[in-house]
């Protein structure tokens, strides 16, 4: 069955969003420092390999995975030659009827989760696919960063912060077309979760946090990044920026 990304251009959506892209590496470098040795990592929903070069030097064993036909094309015709890169056809859910258990010491899912139907189902799949005290670097779409926080204040909704439930925008598309789910989540939702899983957060990143198209027009994107690289610890005890990135470690339970 074709995967929703088979007819969608995903690489060009990248174009323009440099400083997007970017600051999403910082915050995969960063959290990566804080692994001392990693032999195997998968990425779930890795697309095209757009972040695979962040982390392809951190491993003897990369494993990229995606559902889509299309993307998955793109990141072998990027990777070929490269012997310690496997390409697994998947989706997230599916993957423990894929690979074995404890499979992967990192496991690494960026601007995946918010299409998930059933986020613990994924947590399990992922305590099943991580071996003894692995890694997790999970991206998600924030629902209360600052932009969403202040617009929600000055409607007089002062609770927002407060109100875990997640919000679906998918229901904003055309309700005659299937589209995939869109979730963003309240980042103490997503913690509690990862708990209740089993996992032990580490650390955290607040990320994108000045993507602002004003900003992009009159500052370079040098310039941005430099400020993001500063923010993206500090701000994320805010939860600042409309995407946030967790490390969490695997715990027995």
Not at 119 to 132: G, Y
Not at 140 to 148: L, R
């Amino acid at each position: 069955m074709a995967a929703h990304y088979d007819t969608y251009d995903y690489p060009s959506y990248w174009i323009g969003r440099e400083y997007e892209h970017e600051s999403e590496v910082l915050a995969l470098k960063s959290l990566l420092d804080k692994i001392r040795k990693i032999d195997t990592i998968l990425e779930i929903g890795a697309g095209f390999g757009r972040l695979t070069p962040t982390y392809l030097y951190r491993a003897r064993k990369i494993i990229i995975s995606d559902p889509s036909t299309r993307l998955l094309g793109i990141a072998r015709d990027k990777y070929r030659g490269k012997k310690n890169v496997k390409i697994v056809q998947s989706r997230a859910e599916n993957l423990t009827e894929k690979l074995p258990g404890s499979s992967a010491d990192l496991i690494i899912m960026v601007r995946v989760l918010h299409h998930l139907e059933d986020t613990d189902n994924f947590l399990e799949a992922a305590r099943k696919l991580l071996r003894p005290n692995g890694y997790l670097i999970l991206e998600f779409a924030n629902k209360n960063h600052i932009k969403a926080t202040l617009r929600e204040f000055f409607k007089g909704n002062i609770t927002f912060p407060l109100d875990i439930f997640t919000k679906d925008i998918s229901t904003k598309k055309s309700l005659k077309k299937k589209t995939l789910p869109f979730q963003n989540f309240h980042p103490d939702l997503i913690r509690h979760k990862l708990q209740e899983k089993g996992f032990e957060i580490k650390e955290g990143r607040s990320v994108s946090n000045i993507r602002s198209p004003l900003l992009k027009r009159i500052l370079p994107c040098e310039s941005l990044l430099s400020l993001e690289k500063f923010l993206q610890k500090p701000l994320y005890f805010l939860n600042f920026g409309p995407s946030v990135f967790l490390l969490a470690q695997k715990k027995d339970i």
